[in-house]
């Protein structure tokens, strides 16, 4: 149980184009889904938070204009990244939440994650 | 503020050597989770436990065990009889509680640096 799945695990553009990535949560509805940011050889960086019918709350530093996020289901969530240049090629990585208890998700599930380059 | 310090950036072991990976954090939080998980080179994370701020127990779980010492803040990873599968990086992470106006938001993590982990044949 708990698996994430990430659209497309791979994409290659030219700048100035945009870059739809999805995640999808497959077998439990999940309150919050987070999205990261990984750069070769370092941590995930925690990007935005979104939960399911409302905004999402973005990490400062991350421009909202240029991130789209989309949560229009409990299962789907969406990264939009636009007019992409060469320094947003990145590994990008989606988790949701799995409440076991209470209110909150308190376990992270993560997808396969997105390699994006920008030529 | 918040902070994971995985101090080991990159460890080499001979296999069946035992290892530990050290993650020392710190928190202001009175609730929080302390997470191990391992990445392949495949780049997809994959969950090894997840420990909440009440519970000191020590885990095994097969060749996996767990140290979690709040007088020392640290939350130690050891691996037995290590193999070549298990050949990762390993991101050690803390989770605060999120408090968003209006929404259940749950719990972000912030992850360490990482250690990377080579086994040998």
């Known amino acids: 149980g708990a698996v994430v799945s990430q659209h497309p695990s791979r994409v290659i553009c030219k700048s100035g184009t945009s870059v739809k990535i999805e995640c999808r949560s497959l077998d439990f509805q999940a309150t919050t889904m987070f999205w990261y940011r990984q750069f070769p050889k370092q941590s995930l960086m925690l990007m935005a938070t979104s939960n399911e019918g409302s905004k999402a709350t973005y990490e400062q530093g991350v421009e909202k204009d240029k991130f789209l996020i989309n949560h229009a289901s409990l299962t789907l969530s969406t990264l939009t990244v636009t007019s992409a240049h060469p320094e947003d090629s990145s590994f990008y990585i989606c988790s949701a939440g799995l409440a076991r208890s209470g209110l909150y998700t308190d376990t992270q599930y993560f997808g396969p994650g997105t390699r994006l380059t920008v030529l | ?121």
């Open chain 2, 1 to 121: 503020a918040q902070k994971v310090t995985q101090a080991q950036t990159e460890i080499s072991v001979v296999e069946k050597e035992d290892v530990t990976l050290d993650c020392v954090y710190e928190t202001r939080d009175t609730t929080y989770y302390l997470f191990w998980y391992k990445q392949p080179p495949s780049g997809e994370l994959v969950f090894l436990i997840r420990r909440n701020s009440f519970d000191e127990q020590n885990e095994i779980s097969g060749r996996y065990s767990w140290n979690f010492q709040k007088s020392t803040s640290s939350f130690n990873f050891t691996i037995t009889a290590s193999q070549v599968v298990d050949s990762a990086v390993y991101f050690c992470a803390l989770s605060e509680l999120l408090f968003r106006a209006g929404s259940n938001s749950g719990y972000a993590l912030n992850f360490g640096k990482g250690t990377s982990l080579l086994v040998t044949p």
